[in-house]
């Protein structure tokens, strides 16, 4: 089977200073990877990489049979590869409605951007009532929504979260959950998650990589990894 995403040997640098060096790994239709790590190991780097917002110096980003690597983000958006962003990151001046018109873009067929938007509102009720609200007055769950209701918007094949639960209430952090995996069953989605609470994302990843100061130091299915006395005392908090 060809993988869908596949990343070999990357390195990528902040000035002289090396954030990732020589990550390899890939993304197969339909399943959900987890990358788990420290603050500092890489993992925004990573996704930011593959997104197109930071340029490589070395290694190669796959799409299916096309080279990827350090084509413009617009470009690799359009292929189907969306980043849900650290912070959310909504337009915060925009209606709510405007946000979610804005991850359609540039799809000019007007009615099925209107079909997508009445497919938001059904994933996420609580944005029709906010339709026309500013994003920057939402709450922190409902910006959350948002920005994977604009990311949802572009069709994405592959959706990258970074972080989605952090800043939310327990009860959110639940929602968020299940939301990816009702995106992954429901519509196919394959989905690359980095999260911070990395047991919540080992149980209900199929597969996992473990990144330190910018190198995989671990990959494995993601039962194996609750199961690892070093990963459950290194990342789960668990003695």
């Known amino acids: 089977m060809q993988n869908l ?6 390195h990528v640098s902040y000035d002289k200073i090396a954030a990732l060096k020589g990550v390899s790994l890939y993304l197969q239709t339909g399943e959900i990877v987890a990358m788990i790590g420290a603050n500092g190991a890489g993992k925004t780097t ?7 917002v930071l340029p490589l ?3 190669s980003i796959r799409f299916k049979d096309k080279v990827i690597s350090n084509l413009p983000a617009w470009k690799i958006a359009r292929y189907g590869i969306v980043q849900i962003p650290e912070g959310r990151k909504v337009f915060p001046g925009l209606t709510v409605v405007e946000n979610m018109e804005l991850g359609a873009f540039p799809e000019d067929n007007k009615k099925k951007v209107r079909e997508g938007i009445e497919n938001m509102y059904a994933l996420f009720p609580v944005l029709r009532e906010r339709k026309k609200q500013l994003a920057g007055t939402l709450s922190g769950g409902e910006q959350q929504m948002l920005a994977i209701a604009r990311g949802l918007m572009a069709e994405p094949e592959i959706l990258m979260f970074d972080e989605p639960s952090m800043g939310l209430s327990p009860i959110l952090v639940e929602k968020v959950f299940e939301t990816i995996q009702e995106i992954n069953k429901k519509q196919g989605i394959t989905i690359l998650l980095i999260e911070q609470n ?3 994302s080992l149980q209900i990843a199929e597969r996992a990589y473990v990144l330190e100061t910018g190198s995989i130091v671990i990959t494995d299915t993601a039962d194996k990894l609750l199961g690892s006395d070093m990963v459950r005392k290194a990342y789960l908090g668990e003695q």
């Not at 990573?46 to 197109?52: A, E, F, H, Q």
């Open 198 to 200: 990395a047991k919540k």
């Open 5 to 10: 995403l596949q990343i070999d040997d990357i």
């Open 57 to 59: 110096q070395k290694g």
């Open 46 to 52: 990573l996704i930011n990489t593959i997104s197109g």
